[in-house]
T-cell receptor, first 109, second 113 residues
Framework: GQSLEQPSEVTAVEGAIVQINCTYQTSGFYGLSWYQQHDGGAPTFLSYNGLDGLEETGRFSSFLSRSDSYGYLLLQELQMKDSASYFCAVKRGDYKLSFGAGTTVTVRA | DGGITQSPKYLFRKEGQNVTLSCEQNLNHDAMYWYRQDPGQGLRLIYYSQIVNDFQKGDIAEGYSVSREKKESFPLTVTSAQKNPTAFYLC????????????FGPGTRLTVL
């Protein structure tokens, strides 16, 4: 089976940096994705790491270490609009994703 | 505007009734997916389809059925065999050349009374 662990909640102030860790146990690992979901809305794709290392997309970066079965999402220069749930998801094969339970990020003024 | 539409946004049904959730995309994506999300939890894969007239079971397919007769449409039927059907259902699609990225519809919140 698969299991993914990520913190349930993180709170930070505007302008701060937040790191959301994700550890996983799975068979057939292809890569790690991150999605953002605002309350009651559709998840939106943030990033994908197929290889070890850091991927940077604007204020967000994602990291993967396959040997440690570990990845993280880094949110920099936090803004109020970043308040949302963030999910890591393991890609198993070409089409299957297994999602973690999500981390709720609350940004305070 | 290209995108994925799901209708309706809210759906109420009586226990024991089958219900079909609609999912349409005009992104010309080959792959489509159905997920279920329960409060405070991640998404769980119900079914997925790589091409027309073909689909595969996901992790929680019991009590659900799908069809893929057209590239742009992937309806999900929640049958009376599904023990806990009340949930938020999300449809997604992905292009062949970017299968790492899935695009999600707005979801249908199903409540079975």
């Amino acid at each position: 089976g698969q299991s993914l662990e990520q913190p349930s909640e993180v709170t930070a102030v505007e302008g701060a940096i937040v790191q959301i860790n994700c550890t996983y146990q799975t068979s057939g690992f292809y890569g790690l994705s991150w999605y953002q979901q605002h309350d009651g809305g559709a998840p939106t794709f943030l990033s994908y790491n197929g290889l070890d290392g850091l991927e940077e997309t604007g204020r967000f970066s994602s990291f993967l270490s396959r040997s440690d079965s570990y990845g993280y999402l880094l949110l920099q220069e936090l803004q109020m609009k970043d308040s949302a749930s963030y999910f890591c998801a393991v890609k198993r094969g070409d089409y299957k994703l297994s999602f973690g339970a999500g981390t709720t990020v609350t940004v305070r003024a | 505007d290209g995108g994925i539409t799901q209708s309706p946004k809210y759906l109420f049904r009586k226990e024991g009734q089958n219900v079909t959730l609609s999912c349409e995309q005009n992104l010309n994506h080959d792959a489509m997916y159905w997920y279920r999300q329960d409060p405070g939890q991640g998404l769980r894969l119900i079914y997925y389809s790589q091409i027309v007239n073909d689909f595969q079971k996901g992790d929680i397919a019991e009590g659900y059925s799908v069809s893929r007769e057209k590239k742009e449409s992937f309806p999900l039927t929640v049958t009376s065999a599904q023990k806990n059907p009340t949930a938020f259902y999300l449809c997604a699609s992905s292009p062949l050349e970017r299968r790492n990225e899935q695009f999600f519809g707005p979801g249908t919140r199903l409540t079975v009374l």
